[in-house]
């Protein structure tokens, strides 16, 4: 095994590459390598979907990747330096519920604790998402959780020095808000994440310029949008009906579902801002949820404005209703922006209320993303529901473009290998390379000293 920490510096750094997705870890880490001067050797991968095996095997010279990391034996695998895991975060708590919670059987983080123990490397490089910070966290005046205190405790019981931090890659010069946690811990140096150099990015940065015309979205919905608003005037926006905002638009200001009155917009924008308040189960016996449904009565409450309706409505019979409030709420029922229901935890017994029907994933848009901005987070439910404002008209996020929102090379190929669905799929769970390369750095650096 080369080592880094001996009387003759190694020239090489051997790693081995777990939960491997599409490499970004391995990218990452080899231009570390590579601006350290120092050669990098792969000796080992791990990933089981197989459109990202297929991916990882195009874009890393055909190379052998293995199958799932928990049969695999800790003794089939070579000596190396380094071992780097985006790994998934699973309860520990209900893993050892019955055992101890610092019982780590039947987690994936077990295979990393075997694998450090068994082989005894140099050093690790592991990320996961940012909730993993205050996951399972009982006593709130913690700063972490005990899913994380477990896994600190247990990669330091293995003789290593860990540091831990969340950085948000769009700092970093990947154009993404995404946070993540970096674990890293070498055997004899303690790792220095701190003031790492800064370098804002922003969607702009990767836009691709020239996309064939078919690309482009030509739906009723994409239409709907651009009758009510200009390119410019989308740049940005969100498309959502549970949530408000400036930069959020609603079903019923483009009128997807049905002709909406300007009375009943300012109805369902009030009822909006309502239903979240906890003081609507005072006194009724059962708890609050977000997002309450409200009866008729609860709207009168704070909605009491006079109103003639419909009379766009050639059926419009002014004396069939006596309620003018309740008949513009059974009409949007009726088109589908709100639905009638009872509360989350109300009794059988309790009356239906009005709420709003759909959320973020309701729509085949659900964010128009600003060239002049950091994009969201992507992730892999809802990033083909993305779209992006070209000179012509609104089209879906290029793969080409995706990779660069998490910093892959120029060179790394997809088109010719998967599908647009599965290539999106594995770009929402991948790492940002940028800030994995940064991270790596500073390992090195610890590694070497």
Not at 216 to 231: D, N
Not at 337 to 360: C, F, H, L, R, T
Request: hydrophobic content about 35%; some cysteine.
């Amino acid at each position: 095994m080369t080592t880094a920490k001996s009387h003759k510096k190694a020239t090489q750094i051997a790693f081995i590459d777990l939960f491997a997705g599409l490499g970004g870890t391995r990218i990452g880490l080899e231009r570390a390598i590579q601006k350290a001067g120092l050669k990098s050797k792969c000796v080992f991968t791990s990933e089981i979907k197989p459109h990202a095996i297929s991916a990882y095997k195009k874009n890393f010279n055909n190379e052998d990747v293995h199958g799932d990391i928990t049969i695999i034996d800790e003794s089939e695998i070579p000596n190396f330096d380094i071992l780097m895991a985006g790994f998934p975060c699973q309860p520990f708590s209900s893993a050892g519920s019955r055992k101890g919670f610092l019982d780590t059987r039947g987690t994936l983080f077990f295979d990393i604790e075997r694998i450090l123990a068994a082989k005894k490397p140099t050093a690790f490089l592991l990320e996961n998402v940012e909730g993993l910070k205050t996951h399972d966290r009982i006593d709130t005046t913690k700063p972490i959780g005990r899913t994380l205190e477990t896994i600190l405790a247990r990669l330091q019981n293995l003789g290593y020095k860990v540091t831990w931090k969340i950085l948000d890659a769009s700092l970093y010069g990947v154009p993404q808000k995404r946070k993540r946690i970096y674990i890293v811990g070498t055997k004899d140096s303690v790792v220095d994440l701190d003031n790492l150099p800064e370098k804002p990015s922003k969607f702009g940065d990767v836009l691709e310029k020239d996309v064939n015309r078919d690309k482009y979205l030509e739906t009723r919905f994409t239409k709907q949008l651009l009758a009510h608003y200009s390119l410019a005037e989308l740049k940005g926006k969100q498309i959502k009906d549970k949530r408000g905002g400036d930069n959020n638009i609603h079903s019923w200001d483009i009128e997807i579902k049905g002709k909406v009155s300007i009375e009943q917009k300012e109805l369902l924008e009030e009822i909006l801002k309502q239903r979240r308040r906890k003081s609507w189960v005072s006194g009724k016996g059962f708890g609050w949820s977000d997002g309450m449904p409200l009866t008729l009565a609860e709207i009168k409450t704070f909605y009491q404005k006079p109103q003639t309706i419909f009379k766009y409505d050639p059926n419009y019979d002014e004396h069939k209703y006596n309620d003018e409030l309740k008949m513009m709420l059974d009409d949007l029922v009726t088109k589908g922006y709100m639905v009638k229901e009872k509360p989350k935890k109300a009794p059988d017994s309790y009356e239906q209320g009005y709420n709003i029907v759909a959320g973020k994933l309701s729509f085949e848009i659900s964010h128009i993303l600003d060239p002049e901005k950091p994009t969201p987070t992507l992730v892999a439910t809802d990033v083909t529901r993305l779209a992006v404002v070209d000179e012509i008209g609104l089209r879906r996020l290029e793969v080409k473009e995706g990779l660069k929102l998490f910093g892959f090379p120029e060179d790394y190929q997809l088109n010719d290998v998967i599908n647009y669905g599965e290539a999106f799929d594995l770009l929402g769970n991948s790492v940002s390379v940028g800030v994995i390369e940064l991270v790596a750095s500073r390992l090195i650096k610890a590694m070497n000293q």
